[in-house]
């Protein structure tokens, strides 16, 4: 059985759990690895916190990719957008998620 510190709300843990599955969902519809990376690192899927376009290049080189500009991850990030808009599902879980 899973105990819960005092401090910790059963909503909070609902929350959690409801942006974990949301995420999953989301990072499901983007097949490429880059453009995942791309989009997780921006909004912060998992790690909770967003990052500027130039932060999400460094972060890239980091995972072995070549060295791009910013401007190019706002780009590639545009394309990957581009290339799932047509998915309903997909435009409704991550409204969900940027708005909550």
């Known amino acids: ?20 599955h ?13 453009d995942r990376a791309i989009i997780d690192a921006h909004f912060g899927l998992t790690s ?14 980091g995972l072995g990719y070549d060295r791009i500009t910013g401007e190019r991850v706002r780009q590639l990030e545009a394309k990957a957008f581009r290339r799932v808009k047509t998915n309903p599902v997909v435009r409704k879980l991550f409204c969900e998620l940027t708005v909550g």
């Not at 899973?2 to 059963?10: A, G, K, M, R, V």
């Not at 949301?22 to 880059?34: D, K, M, S």
């Open 48 to 61: 909770g916190y967003s990052s500027t376009f130039d932060e999400v290049a460094d972060h890239l080189v």
């Open 22 to 34: 949301l995420v999953g969902y989301i990072q499901e519809a983007f097949t490429n690895p880059r």
């Open 1 to 20: 059985m899973l105990e819960l510190e005092s401090d910790f709300s059963f909503d909070e843990l609902v929350n959690n759990l409801s942006r974990r």
